[in-house]
């Protein structure tokens, strides 16, 4: 399951060093205002689908794949986006050990 999104990440640093042409990737990872304005227009959309209870699915994906695009060309790595959630995790567990002492 998480392969795919391992392959997505994958894909879009391939793309990035050996541009594919008429790839809808390339074209996200070199235009960094599109990539935004795609982000927000899925981000909208899967709100809506999650309101109106359709299409939910679809449309998370839709934001998985813009999301990872944006951070992509805006050379934010996943790899660094995990490392801090981690340290959140551990942040919070030390505050709910902390929490159950007293």
Do not use: C
Request: no cysteine; charged share 35%; aromatic share 8%.
């Amino acid at each position: 399951m998480f392969n795919t999104l391992e392959n997505l990440i994958k894909l879009a640093r391939e793309r990035k060093t050996t541009p594919l042409e008429g790839s809808y990737t390339n074209k996200l990872l070199k235009d960094k205002s599109l990539s935004k304005a795609k982000v927000l227009e899925e981000v909208d959309e899967l709100i809506e689908a999650v309101e109106e209870n359709s299409n939910k699915i679809h449309e998370a994906a839709d934001v998985f794949y813009h999301l990872l695009m944006y951070l992509e060309a805006n050379d934010i790595k996943i790899e660094e986006v995990m490392s801090e959630l981690e340290k959140r995790k551990k942040w919070d567990t030390m505050k709910i050990i902390f929490l159950q002492r007293f």
